[in-house]
């Protein structure tokens, strides 16, 4: 993302877990691209494998924040679904359909700063 002001508050979500004095939008930012770039790299199954119960916890929480219950709901059901193989794969695939890219999440995060910009640390 460009280094506009969006552009800062998204890297500092990313690089610095939402920076010193995070807001709770940065705080939810950075906690659902923890796990989006976890499943990106490696498949949710890896985030499950990496995150903690309250990093994916925080996970489940930011996408809730940022209007993406479906999201939310595939992440909660993915801790229900750690052994079983081809539930994981559906809950792979749920997730690719809802997030193909991360412009999907970038959409969702300006719609959030632009409707409530004080949710964010300012620059």
């Known amino acids: 993302m460009a280094e ?3 552009g800062r508050i998204w890297n500092r979500a990313v ?3 939402g920076g010193p004095t995070p807001r ?3 705080v939810a930012l950075a906690a659902l691209m923890r ?6 790299n490696g498949g949710v199954e890896h985030a499950l494998e990496v995150l903690s119960d309250r990093e994916l916890d ?3 929480a930011g996408f809730e924040h940022f209007d993406m219950a479906e999201v939310a709901s595939v992440l909660a059901a993915l801790r229900s679904s750690a052994s079983d193989e081809k539930e994981l794969d559906m809950l792979q695939e749920r997730y690719g359909a809802l997030v193909p890219s991360d412009s999907v999440l970038t959409a969702a995060f300006r719609g959030r700063l632009a409707a409530f910009p004080d949710d964010f640390a300012p620059i």
């Not at 796990?35 to 990106?40: I, K, R, S, T, V």
């Open 4 to 6: 506009s002001r969006d």
């Open 58 to 60: 925080a996970a489940i």
């Open 24 to 26: 709770p939008g940065d």
């Open 15 to 17: 690089l610095n877990s």
């Open 35 to 40: 796990f989006h770039g976890l499943a990106m």
